[in-house]
T-cell receptor
Framework: DTAVSQTPKYLVTQMGNDKSIKCEQN?????MYWYKQDSKKFLKIMFS???????INETVPNRFSPKSPDKAHLNLHINSLELGDSAVYFC??????????????FGEGSRLTVL | SQQGEEDPQALSIQEGENATMNCSYK?????LQWYRQNSGRGLVHLIL?????REKHSGRLRVTLDTSKKSSSLLITASRAADTASYFC????????????FGKGTKLTVNP
């Protein structure tokens, strides 16, 4: 069973469109993240949620809106897509309790291409 | 920026050789982790070393941490073609809430 799953894996769209990426984890973790990896492989944190509550927002444009309906899901909605949004978006999760090992579990990524 | 910096950016070796990658960071940390990313895949955790540890081993991996120099190294011994991937260090810095900050990665190519 996939621990952290993201859909879609590939997304090609036009500038100005709105798109969503979904993420689900079946590990029972409390904390989930979105990271963006650019063409140079630089991985930058965007958001983090703990038990459905936003705890990290790394000055991401407000065109990006995360939503966590429950602690197992963290979706990312992007409005008015721009060329610079083209990247691979990774969802990740980890425990936040006393048994937290610090390890992040990543999904396989969603490659977004904006034309 | 608390971001780690890996060195070298790219490394090409022959199978059987050892590969050493370095990571430097800027602020005090709780722990430092190394991750591996195969082409087109997600990152996979390899090893974590805490700020009060100096060395850690896991199979063919050896990680060292020097907090006075704010640096870490990852050694992969007896490399295999399957070790070809990008390797990232990530720091869980003190006072940094719940986030891991990743470096830019080292792309390792192991030639058969």
């Amino acid at each position: 069973d996939t621990a952290v799953s993201q859909t879609p894996k590939y997304l090609v769209t036009q500038m100005g469109n709105d798109k969503s990426i979904k993420c689900e984890q079946n590990l029972g973790h409390d904390t989930m993240y979105w990271y963006k990896q650019d063409s140079k492989k630089f991985l930058k944190i965007m958001f983090s949620y703990n038990n459905k509550e936003l705890i990290i927002n790394e000055t991401v444009p407000n065109r990006f809106s995360p939503k966590s309906p429950d602690k197992a899901h963290l979706n990312l909605h992007i409005n008015s897509l721009e060329l610079g949004d083209s990247a691979v978006y990774f969802c990740a999760s980890r425990r936040s309790d006393l048994l937290n090992t610090g390890e992040l579990f990543f999904g396989e990524g969603s490659r977004l291409t904006v034309l | 920026s608390q971001q780690g910096e890996e060195d070298p950016q790219a490394l090409s070796i022959q199978e059987g050789e050892n590969a050493t990658m370095n990571c430097s960071y800027k602020t005090s940390i709780n722990n430092l982790q190394w991750y591996r990313q195969n082409s087109g895949r997600g990152l996979v955790h390899l090893i974590l070393i805490r700020s009060n540890e100096r060395e850690k081993h896991s199979g063919r991996l050896r990680v060292t941490l020097d907090t006075s120099k704010k640096s870490s190294s990852l050694l992969i011994t007896a490399s295999r073609a399957a070790d070809t991937a990008s390797y990232f260090c990530a720091t869980d810095f003190q006072g940094g809430s719940e986030k891991l900050v990743f470096g830019k990665g080292t792309k390792l190519t192991v030639n058969p």
